[in-house]
């Protein structure tokens, strides 16, 4: 198992900002999905054995948080924010709008493993609504053309 | 990058610094940065307790809880070390505040959180930033970096001989996190579930040190209420609620966005003047004061000031400064079902009320609003409801409880509306899956 040189740096670094080694487990877990895509069973067996933790602890740990995951995600992780703010102004026609974009439900991925579609929960955007995330950029004050357009610029990349 | 917004009746403390480019450090030297640390050092830490005490500052995150009396509960001497941790969560439904304080002014929180360790005689703080909030946390980062680059942090701070470290964190993805307790478990490395209290952070905190948790925008208050005076800062918000407070307008209103104003601002003039009141004509309908946790408000009940003891004596809460509003296109049972089903994805399982509370009232109201509900169901929503109330580690299950029994006992004919298989009044066909009528 191996991760990029600036994990492992931050990863030592990490380690001496806590008393207890077990600390870093939840940041180290999100950085390494960044990196291998998602929390595989070799990547929860490395940092289990890293913090001197059960697998199980940290399997435990990681169904509790919801950005975390088990199974691989599309390359781009479309987040849309259906609480109260964004659902007053037209969240919904968004969430309705990716299903029939994608062809996939909540949490489904395209066949061709660009897209991840998720229904989430408020994302701190409320001032700026409806808005959606795509893997960690914001993307504010949506409509269904505007959000399209967002998409295919990662479609692009 | 969020807009930012402005408004004539702003009072800028906390935002003073948006926009100016503060997250680089010079920039913020420039804009009297680290300067109420340094005034910190050189005094008594009962001194700075007291001038925050004085302040009537309050725990920007919703509780309200007077900042300088948290701190002095904080036990002189420990064999273990203390702490101060901020809390950066943000999380609540209608709050969007603390991201724009780490985006526009991280060394504002860097600073409050020393000056809080001064106050408390503490070395190490840690500034929690939730998962969702990466480009945030790398503005942290750099902030901290640079922070302990010119000696403001680290060993003998400033030159004085006191140390200070501060880290930061990330989270992951919970609600729940927000909630102090379940934010101490999750920087050890747990899932968030709350702790039983006493014994209260203040005495037994992360890792067994005595522990003072902050929100970020009461930490970034410090360093002002430091340079300005208890008195001052006072002064901008009426008796025992100082200050001012970003409140986040979101909903159907023209202008949207995040205003600083005194506390104590008319709730009225915030949506229909500084909001700019609601679009296309239509007339109010709700408004949820203070977060999605908050009993929600009629619009013949909004002539209020938004301070923490008036909107409490008004039957609803000042929490965290989330003003959604609602126009009357909304279907409150919808609006009820979303709430509900936000708790019950968010609560951590660990109380039953809460868990079983959250399951059965999100059940309920996903086929009241599609057309399957009994008559006996709204009552049994205030009843589940009731008995959520004060049953809980944590303030979770009243979050799901206050605003959903707002909503049945304010709007209980919406609920009538949609017996008897009735379509609801707002939406051409029902959109939510209906589940099997429960007798």
């Known amino acids: 198992m191996r991760f990029s040189e600036q994990f492992e740096s931050r990863f030592a670094e990490m380690l001496t900002h806590y008393p207890t080694k077990r600390s870093v487990l939840v940041p180290t877990l999100l950085y390494a999905q960044d990196e291998s895509g998602s929390l595989s069973d070799e990547v929860i067996k490395e940092i289990a054995g890293r913090l001197e933790l059960t697998e199980l602890e940290v399997r435990n740990v990681i169904s509790y948080y919801s950005m975390l995951t088990t199974h691989p995600r599309g390359k781009y992780n479309v987040q849309v924010c259906t609480n109260i703010a964004c659902l007053l102004r037209g969240a919904d026609e968004l969430f309705e709008h990716c299903e029939k974009k994608f062809g996939v439900k909540h949490k489904g991925t395209t066949a061709d493993g660009l897209f991840s579609l998720e229904e989430v929960e408020c994302i701190g955007a409320c001032s700026w609504a409806p808005a959606v995330q795509v893997n960690y950029d914001f993307h504010e004050n949506l409509t269904t053309e505007k959000l399209d357009n967002v998409l295919d610029e990662y479609r692009r990349k | ?439």
Not at chain 2, 48 to 77: C, D, H, Y
Not at chain 2, 231 to 242: F, H, I, R, T, V
Not at chain 2, 388 to 406: E, H, K, Q, V
Request: hydrophobic share 35%.
């Open chain 2, 1 to 439: 990058m969020a807009e930012l917004v402005s408004h004539p009746d702003e009072v800028r403390v906390v935002s003073r610094r948006f926009g100016q480019g503060a997250t680089n450090l010079d920039r913020y030297l420039e804009l009297d940065g680290y300067k109420a640390v340094q005034k910190a050092l050189t005094m008594q830490p009962d001194a700075i307790v007291n001038e925050v005490k004085n302040s009537g500052l309050r725990g920007r995150g919703g509780a309200g809880f007077n900042t300088g009396m948290k701190w002095s509960f904080v036990p002189k001497q420990s064999a273990k070390p203390k702490y101060v941790l901020c809390n950066g969560d943000e999380s609540e439904p209608g709050t969007c505040k603390d991201r724009l304080i780490f985006e526009h002014d991280p060394h504002a929180v860097i600073e409050g959180t020393v000056i809080a360790g001064l106050a408390v005689g503490s070395h190490t703080g840690y500034i929690y930033i939730r998962g969702e909030y990466r480009y945030l946390l790398e503005i942290m980062q750099k902030a901290i970096a640079d922070a302990y680059a010119r000696g403001f942090l680290g060993k003998n701070i400033f030159g004085s001989g006191y140390d200070f470290d501060v880290y930061w964190h990330g989270g992951a993805g919970a609600y729940e996190v927000g909630e102090e307790s379940a934010l101490m478990e999750s920087l050890e490395g747990k899932r968030g579930i709350p702790r039983i209290r006493p014994p209260f952070p203040a005495v037994v905190g992360l890792w067994g040190g005595p522990t003072v948790i902050n929100n970020a925008e009461t930490l970034a208050s410090i360093p002002h209420i430091l340079l300005g005076g208890a008195d001052w800062y006072a002064n901008l918000g009426p008796p025992k609620n100082g200050g001012t407070r970003l409140f986040c307008l979101s909903g159907h209103l023209k202008r949207p966005g995040v205003y600083e104003l005194p506390m104590g601002y008319n709730l009225k003039k915030m949506i229909y003047d500084v909001g700019g009141g609601i679009p296309g004509g239509r007339k109010l309908k709700a408004v949820v004061p203070g977060g999605s946790s908050t009993p929600l408000m009629t619009p013949d009940e909004i002539d209020v000031p938004m301070d923490f003891d008036s909107m409490m004596k008004a039957g609803s809460m000042l929490g965290s400064g989330g003003v959604v509003v609602l126009d009357d296109t909304t279907c409150m049972v919808k609006f009820a079902l979303r709430i509900m089903k936000f708790y019950q994805h968010e609560s951590c399982g660990w109380c039953i009320p809460c868990r079983e509370g959250t399951d059965w009232l999100k059940k309920t109201l996903i086929r009241f609003h599609s057309g399957g509900g009994l008559k006996k169901d709204i009552d049994n929503i205030l009843y589940l409801s009731q008995n959520m109330l004060g049953r809980t580690f944590c303030p979770l299950g009243d979050a799901a409880a206050m605003p959903t029994i707002s909503i049945v006992k304010k709007f209980r004919q919406e609920f009538e509306d949609h017996l008897e298989g009735q379509p609801c009044a707002f939406e051409k066909e029902s959109k939510i899956e209906q589940l099997p009528v429960l007798a």
